[in-house]
């Protein structure tokens, strides 16, 4: 089974988010940047595991971004992915991720590309999507589960007031989620290996650029918390009728 | 020229979210000069199609097809393509709701729309670009994005707006979309229910979260007991839905649902800036804890150091003779 697996660059969960002076881009002075949460524990875990069980095959890190991000790539490859390609590029958006995804994985027959649910940077859950339009392959969204027999998918995702069980035909794009492996902490093994697996780095082809960031603003911190006595919770209710209008 | 947006029911009525994106839709179109036509499933209840008229479409397109059953999204994705076509549409709008993220992208490479997803304010229109701002980094920050592209899509955060409902009426007709071509390689082979799906957690107006605070799951009645005084949803700490305490779906944070609701209540929950980042854009938010130097009051509007088993039931209570007063 070839499996190709998206990965993006981002800043560690606990980073608190500050912008350069011109608000245009991230303040990058100190943040630590980790593989996409998703990208890693689901996405990239799920396929090593599904990987192993078939017992043949490859698993594949694509990702776009500056040679600056390789640390993250390397990451992946310790926690097991056996080769990466960076298309080396800034990418703008998610469509430029994906048309770069998609000129690559074009004539590579994988048979799943897996991509995390959102990044927890740009939050737009895209580039899957994207991705499956631009092959003409089927997609799943915000998928909880993922089993493959043969030729065959069987995935589950979200959808409105509980999971839909569906079965797809292969190749197939799935953006993955909470629920599908438990995150896989890299041995010193892996690590060592990971020096030396095969990293290529691919030009960029004729990008669009459809969207730009104009200007960031950290989100407005809130005024002083009311503390109330835990006695009186007819005052809570009523500050939020009167005060808070929100019952 | 007119302003697309895909709309749903659920349950008997337009969703929520839809008739907050056809609000959003109809500023854009007053904005560019133009009308909102909303596309719906043709099985939808024609009863309720009115209200898409209120919220201020001026046409629906109803569309049927045997290959939209359950929802597909690449159906709905190419059928949206064509009514663009024939509604001389350049700018599609839906709600970032779980449909939303499965079509928007994938009609976005059929068009080569540019596409800001998760849209939190009215979009400014400079000439033929078009600025909007959304969230980022999960709640931490917002950005404005320009769409330089001729053909535009916008997601819209639920519960962003408050849905108005005027008093215009829409022009209903049925849309046939060829989709011959469409290869059905999904199969639907079974949808299994959320036992409590009284309220959707992403669009509910009022969450009732607790967290390790709780010790138990056995213990999980008095939340139930708030919420249903208050007639609101339940989510929960990751670590909750870790130990299987409570269902996955209910989980809020960073890498879970991010919800904006009017009032979040957290009981048992330290904040931890995991968390915030997926709460943080509620509007009211209450806090309870035993512990007075917990993360989560610093960003509380109102908070009650105290044990959440002596509060919560004395809240419900409070909840409970207001209702009863106010109704
Ligand atoms: C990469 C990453 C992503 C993450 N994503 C998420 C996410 O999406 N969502 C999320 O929630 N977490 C997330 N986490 C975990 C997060 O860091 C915290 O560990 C988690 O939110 C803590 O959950 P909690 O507040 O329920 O538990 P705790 O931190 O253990 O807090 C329990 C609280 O309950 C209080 N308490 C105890 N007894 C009582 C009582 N009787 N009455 C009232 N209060 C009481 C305590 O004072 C304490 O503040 C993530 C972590 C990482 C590293
Ligand atoms: N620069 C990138 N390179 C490779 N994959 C990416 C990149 N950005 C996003 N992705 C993938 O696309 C998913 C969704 O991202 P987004 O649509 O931006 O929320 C991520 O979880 C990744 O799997």
Same mark, same amino acid.
């Given at each position: 089974?070839?499996?190709?697996?998206?990965?993006?660059?981002?800043?560690?969960?606990?980073?608190?988010?500050?912008?350069?002076?011109?608000?245009?881009?991230?303040?990058?002075?100190?943040?630590?940047?980790?593989?996409?949460?998703?990208?890693?524990?689901?996405?990239?875990?799920?396929?090593?595991?599904?990987?192993?069980?078939?017992?043949?095959?490859?698993?594949?890190?694509?990702?776009?971004?500056?040679?600056?991000?390789?640390?993250?790539?390397?990451?992946?490859?310790?926690?097991?992915?056996?080769?990466?390609?960076?298309?080396?590029?800034?990418?703008?958006?998610?469509?430029?991720?994906?048309?770069?995804?998609?000129?690559?994985?074009?004539?590579?027959?994988?048979?799943?590309?897996?991509?995390?649910?959102?990044?927890?940077?740009?939050?737009?859950?895209?580039?899957?999507?994207?991705?499956?339009?631009?092959?003409?392959?089927?997609?799943?969204?915000?998928?909880?589960?993922?089993?493959?027999?043969?030729?065959?998918?069987?995935?589950?995702?979200?959808?409105?007031?509980?999971?839909?069980?569906?079965?797809?035909?292969?190749?197939?794009?799935?953006?993955?989620?909470?629920?599908?492996?438990?995150?896989?902490?890299?041995?010193?093994?892996?690590?060592?290996?990971?020096?030396?697996?095969?990293?290529?780095?691919?030009?960029?082809?004729?990008?669009?650029?459809?969207?730009?960031?104009?200007?960031?603003?950290?989100?407005?911190?809130?005024?002083?918390?009311?503390?109330?006595?835990?006695?009186?919770?007819?005052?809570?209710?009523?500050?939020?009728?009167?005060?808070?209008?929100?019952? | 020229?007119?302003?697309?947006?895909?709309?749903?029911?659920?349950?008997?009525?337009?969703?929520?979210?839809?008739?907050?994106?056809?609000?959003?839709?109809?500023?854009?179109?007053?904005?560019?000069?133009?009308?909102?036509?909303?596309?719906?499933?043709?099985?939808?209840?024609?009863?309720?199609?009115?209200?898409?008229?209120?919220?201020?479409?001026?046409?629906?397109?109803?569309?049927?097809?045997?290959?939209?059953?359950?929802?597909?999204?690449?159906?709905?994705?190419?059928?949206?393509?064509?009514?663009?076509?024939?509604?001389?549409?350049?700018?599609?709008?839906?709600?970032?709701?779980?449909?939303?993220?499965?079509?928007?992208?994938?009609?976005?490479?059929?068009?080569?729309?540019?596409?800001?997803?998760?849209?939190?304010?009215?979009?400014?229109?400079?000439?033929?670009?078009?600025?909007?701002?959304?969230?980022?980094?999960?709640?931490?920050?917002?950005?404005?994005?320009?769409?330089?592209?001729?053909?535009?899509?916008?997601?819209?955060?639920?519960?962003?707006?408050?849905?108005?409902?005027?008093?215009?009426?829409?022009?209903?007709?049925?849309?046939?979309?060829?989709?011959?071509?469409?290869?059905?390689?999904?199969?639907?082979?079974?949808?299994?229910?959320?036992?409590?799906?009284?309220?959707?957690?992403?669009?509910?107006?009022?969450?009732?979260?607790?967290?390790?605070?709780?010790?138990?799951?056995?213990?999980?009645?008095?939340?139930?007991?708030?919420?249903?005084?208050?007639?609101?949803?339940?989510?929960?700490?990751?670590?909750?839905?870790?130990?299987?305490?409570?269902?996955?779906?209910?989980?809020?944070?960073?890498?879970?649902?991010?919800?904006?609701?009017?009032?979040?209540?957290?009981?048992?929950?330290?904040?931890?800036?995991?968390?915030?980042? @997926? !709460?943080? /854009?509620?509007?009211?938010? =209450? %806090?309870?804890?035993?512990?007075?130097?917990?993360?989560? *009051? $610093? &960003? #509380?509007?109102? @908070? !009650?150091? /105290?044990?959440?088993?002596? =509060? %919560?039931?004395?809240?419900?209570?409070?909840?409970?003779? *207001? $209702? &009863? #007063?106010?109704?």
């Amino acid at each position: 089974m070839k499996i190709l697996v998206c990965i993006s660059n981002v800043p560690d969960t606990t980073t608190k988010i500050a912008f350069t002076p011109d608000g245009k881009a991230l303040n990058k002075t100190g943040v630590q940047f980790i593989i996409n949460p998703y990208d890693e524990w689901y996405a990239l875990v799920r396929a090593l595991e599904l990987k192993e069980a078939s017992g043949a095959g490859a698993v594949t890190l694509i990702h776009v971004g500056p040679a600056e991000n390789d640390a993250i790539i390397r990451k992946g490859l310790a926690i097991g992915a056996d080769d990466a390609v960076r298309i080396d590029a800034d990418p703008a958006d998610a469509y430029f991720v994906a048309e770069q995804v998609a000129a690559y994985a074009k004539d590579k027959a994988y048979d799943l590309i897996l991509t995390g649910k959102e990044t927890i940077e740009t939050n737009s859950s895209l580039v899957g999507g994207m991705l499956a339009e631009m092959l003409n392959l089927p997609f799943v969204s915000l998928a909880s589960k993922l089993d493959v027999a043969g030729n065959v998918a069987t995935v589950e995702n979200d959808v409105d007031g509980g999971t839909a069980v569906l079965e797809v035909q292969l190749p197939a794009v799935i953006s993955c989620q909470k629920g599908m492996a438990e995150a896989r902490i890299p041995n010193m093994r892996g690590i060592m290996a990971a020096r030396t697996k095969p990293l290529a780095v691919v030009a960029v082809t004729n990008p669009s650029i459809l969207t730009s960031v104009e200007s960031f603003t950290p989100a407005e911190g809130r005024k002083a918390v009311k503390m109330i006595d835990p006695n009186n919770m007819d005052e809570l209710v009523s500050l939020l009728h009167n005060e808070a209008k929100v019952i | 020229m007119s302003v697309l947006v895909f709309t749903e029911s659920s349950k008997g009525k337009i969703r929520k979210s839809s008739l907050e994106a056809v609000n959003y839709a109809a500023n854009i179109a007053s904005m560019i000069g133009g009308t909102v036509t909303a596309v719906i499933d043709g099985a939808t209840d024609a009863g309720i199609l009115g209200d898409l008229g209120k919220a201020g479409a001026k046409k629906v397109l109803t569309v049927s097809d045997d290959k939209l059953k359950n929802g597909n999204p690449r159906g709905w994705a190419m059928t949206l393509d064509q009514v663009a076509k024939a509604e001389n549409s350049t700018v599609v709008v839906f709600s970032h709701d779980l449909m939303g993220r499965a079509i928007a992208p994938r009609l976005s490479a059929r068009m080569k729309a540019g596409v800001v997803a998760g849209a939190v304010e009215n979009p400014v229109m400079n000439g033929t670009k078009l600025t909007v701002r959304k969230t980022v980094f999960s709640g931490k920050a917002t950005a404005v994005y320009a769409i330089h592209s001729d053909k535009k899509i916008i997601t819209l955060l639920p519960n962003s707006f408050p849905v108005k409902l005027g008093d215009g009426t829409a022009e209903i007709s049925a849309f046939k979309a060829d989709l011959s071509s469409l290869e059905m390689k999904v199969t639907v082979k079974e949808i299994k229910a959320d036992s409590n799906t009284t309220v959707a957690l992403p669009e509910a107006d009022l969450v009732v979260s607790a967290g390790r605070g709780m010790k138990d799951p056995k213990n999980w009645g008095i939340i139930e007991d708030l919420a249903n005084a208050l007639g609101a949803a339940t989510a929960c700490s990751r670590p909750i839905a870790d130990m299987n305490w409570r269902p996955h779906h209910e989980h809020v944070g960073q890498t879970g649902i991010t919800v904006r609701p009017n009032l979040y209540i957290a009981i048992g929950i330290s904040g931890a800036i995991q968390h915030l980042a @997926g !709460v943080s /854009g509620s509007k009211t938010i =209450v %806090v309870i804890n035993t512990d007075k130097e917990a993360p989560f *009051f $610093k &960003a #509380a509007d109102y @908070g !009650v150091i /105290g044990d959440a088993f002596e =509060v %919560v039931p004395r809240l419900t209570e409070a909840v409970k003779k *207001f $209702k &009863a #007063a106010h109704h």
